[in-house]
């Protein structure tokens, strides 16, 4: 089982193509890091992207090519949290239509959500998207790196940006639980 799940990370690592924005050390540092997480931590099942850009200059995100800042050089969990929550906005692209049905169902659960930083996320659609999004990167992070660690990502993030959209996932992880189930968007 162990040389499965090493075979399988060394294949996610040769078909991802991470590369920098400016080459400044700290890019090609966090690069580094991110090549060894993968390698350590088999997220294969997971991956919609191909390519991986590390900006310093940037804040993270998903589109038109996923997008990683250094902030957290030498923060495993930290930067890991952040790849697949960026990978995650690709999947719930992919199921769009079920995407607008669980943000319908979770407009009636939470009838006022902020928009904007540091409690929303851009847009009210964003930050119900959200909302979905957060509670697949926690259940990732728990699958792929435990208990522990995913809830010191989670509380990290609940006191750092997208602060109500955290929170809100943490206490209410059941009721967005059953609206994920509903529309099968458990990647």
Known sequence: MIGTLAVAAALVVQAIDIDTAHGSEAEHRTAEQLRALLQRYNISPWLFTRRVRIDERAIPHSHPVLTLHTRHLGQDILLLSTFL??????????KAEDTRAAVADLEK????????FPEGADSRQSTYEHLLLTYLERDL???VVGDAEASSAMNFWAADHYRWIYRTMLEGTKEIGTIVARYKLQP
């Open 85 to 94: 929550h960026e990978e995650l906005h690709w999947f719930l692209d992919s």
């Open 109 to 116: 659960l939470f009838p006022e959500v902020p928009v904007g």
């Open 141 to 143: 992070l728990v699958r």
